[in-house]
């Protein structure tokens, strides 16, 4: 049984125990409330500033692509679902160096030099994985915004990168890594018989080429590298080798390592930046087993934060949508004004009111001058931004019904 929940505020927005959607309804209509956010049903009290508060425990199942999370009381759940991290933050970071090398031969207004011995810190992390990182807290600040959280429950897990790969290593074999003794290159070429694994060429220029593209996801991994001559390199592309119809050099690929890595490096930071109490994976699959449910993150997250029996509520399926940057529009000290000042002073999924309409701002062009919304009924309107009038900043997070 699945129960639906209307999420409360206190007049001053500190949360508090959620009611039936049909008790929000009674409140919004009596005056007594009014609605603060659609999905989800959120409402704030118009005279009260305290209420009834429950033990309330957040678990977080932490990971690479995705989070799960449930908020549970003793009797039921009263927050749950999964959200999806984006995954082409490398690729946007690779697009920003771009533009910064072809900024510098531009003769555009004088930049301080910046200078090649700065230090990172301690605790220093790879912008793309900085993001995943930042991207658990906001959901965790955010879930805080609806119910009333006391605890908070965080899965930490070590991943043995290499026993992953190989089950059977031990001893020694830890500092004999796949390459020993080889040139990257000649390692490839004993491996491939010397020929263009896709064609079988030999007597040719060989390429090292990635079986899944780095666009794609790929790493630099040897076990991601084979050989192939110009013309299938060419061929090929953006493709992965099942996409060029070589599934069986696809199967060589091993498994990336890229969410054990994340893990491994962030987990701790985690629990010491949110001051959250901390379990293990292993804990996790016993409870999991003993209570009859599959493997998910959204099971998971129910594990961890206590769960064992309570009835659960219907899950929210999230996503991060990518929006621009508003502080672009601002002429701070020292910095010309931008070209762009209008184009930013609305947003993707900005809730705004139009002829009397609550609609979903979904671009804007002409240099800002119009924007294009969404009406209830799914419709898509162009309109002058004079015309609208901003009701809600959209939330960094994106909620939908699975």
């Given at each position: ?12 927005g500190?949360?508090?125990d959620?009611t ?7 409140l ?9 956010a ?22 977080i199942d932490?990971?690479?692509s995705?989070v ?5 009381t ?8 999964e ?9 946007k ?7 910064r090398?072809?900024?510098r031969?531009?003769n ?5 030099p ?14 793309s994985?900085?993001?995943k ?8 600040e ?22 992953l ?9 830890y500092?004999?890594g796949?390459l ?7 390692y490839?070429?004993e491996k491939w018989g010397r020929?263009c ?6 007597g040719?220029p060989?390429?090292?080429?990635h ?6 996801g790929?790493s630099?991994?040897v076990?991601?590298?084979t050989?192939?001559?110009s013309c299938?390199?060419q061929?090929?592309g ?14 060589q690929a091993k ?6 890595t994340?893990m ?5 930071q985690?629990?010491n ?5 901390h379990t ?6 016993k ?8 493997k998910?993150?959204?099971?998971d ?8 029996q309570q ?13 621009n940057?508003r502080?672009?529009?601002?002429n701070?000290?020292?910095?010309g ?9 609305l947003?993707?999924?900005?809730l705004?009111?139009?002829e009397?309409l ?16 969404k ?5 898509t309107?162009?309109t002058h ?16 019904r699975?």
């Amino acid at each position: 049984m699945l129960l639906m929940k209307a999420y409360v505020q206190t007049a001053r927005g500190k949360p508090l125990d959620p009611t039936t959607p049909a008790r929000a309804r009674l409140l919004i209509a009596g005056g007594r409330a009014k609605v603060v956010a659609r999905t989800p049903f959120t409402i704030r009290m118009l005279n009260r500033d305290m209420g009834y508060t429950t033990e309330v425990t957040l678990g977080i199942d932490s990971g690479y692509s995705k989070v799960g999370f449930s908020a549970v009381t003793q009797k039921e759940e009263l927050l749950a679902g999964e959200l999806a991290l984006r995954s082409d933050m490398s690729k946007k970071l690779e697009q920003k160096r771009n533009y910064r090398r072809n900024r510098r031969s531009r003769n555009t207004r004088y930049r301080v030099p910046r200078f090649d011995n700065r230090k990172r810190e301690e605790g220093w992390l790879a912008p793309s994985l900085r993001h995943k990182k930042q991207a658990h807290i906001t959901l965790i600040e955010m879930i805080k915004t609806l119910v009333p959280v006391i605890h908070t429950e965080l899965e930490v897990a070590t991943f043995d990168t290499q026993l992953l790969q190989n089950p059977e290593i031990s001893g020694v074999e830890y500092q004999q890594g796949t390459l020993q003794g080889y040139h990257i290159r000649e390692y490839l070429l004993e491996k491939w018989g010397r020929k263009c694994a896709y064609c079988g060429k030999t007597g040719v220029p060989l390429q090292v080429e990635h079986i899944i593209p780095k666009s794609r996801g790929g790493s630099d991994r040897v076990s991601n590298l084979t050989l192939s001559c110009s013309c299938c390199n060419q061929q090929k592309g953006d493709r992965t080798a099942a996409e060029f119809a070589h599934p069986e050099i696809q199967r060589q690929a091993k498994t990336s390592m890229k969410s054990a890595t994340f893990m491994n490096l962030v987990r701790w930071q985690l629990v010491n930046d949110l001051e959250c109490n901390h379990t293990y994976g292993y804990l996790t699959k016993k409870r999991r087993i003993e209570a009859g449910l599959v493997k998910s993150h959204l099971n998971d997250a129910f594990i961890i934060a206590g769960g064992h029996q309570q009835i659960r509520c219907s899950p929210f399926m999230l996503i991060q949508p990518r929006r621009n940057n508003r502080s672009i529009q601002l002429n701070r000290k020292g910095y010309g004004r931008s070209i762009r000042t209008q184009r930013y002073v609305l947003q993707p999924h900005d809730l705004v009111s139009y002829e009397g309409l609550r609609c979903q701002v979904k671009g804007m062009f002409n240099r800002g001058r119009w924007v294009r919304l969404k009406t209830p009924t799914g419709a898509t309107v162009n309109t002058h931004v004079k015309k609208v009038k901003l009701v809600r900043y959209g939330s960094g997070l994106q909620f939908s019904r699975p």
